[in-house]
């Protein structure tokens, strides 16, 4: 494989730093190049990135919910807050 297929992972690649989003893309390319390998590194990448996300998406949902259950009341912050 060679020329337009190459172009277009090298665009891609180098893409990355500013869109997260082309590692699809990116990997896309890579099948369609027939660079399978490389396509699977990718897509693991995501995966790892995903699940990066899901745990931090996690936390914050628990801190909200253990803010709402614990938070003070307005009333004891009435004399701070005037």
């Known amino acids: 494989m060679g020329g337009a297929a ?17 590692f699809l893309v990116l990997a ?5 190049a027939g ?5 699977a590194g990718v897509l693991e990448r995501v995966e ?10 996690g936390q914050v949902a ?3 919910r253990v803010y709402v259950i614990w938070r ?5 912050f ?3 807050t005037a």
């Open 62 to 64: 628990t801190a909200r």
């Open 28 to 32: 896309n390319e890579y099948g369609k």
């Open 48 to 57: 790892v990135a995903a699940k990066s996300c899901q745990d931090l998406l």
């Open 6 to 22: 190459e172009d277009r992972i090298d665009y891609f690649e180098r893409m990355l730093a500013d869109n997260p989003t082309g």
């Open 78 to 80: 009435d004399d701070e």
């Open 35 to 39: 660079r399978f390998e490389d396509e």
């Open 72 to 76: 003070p009341s307005n009333e004891l």
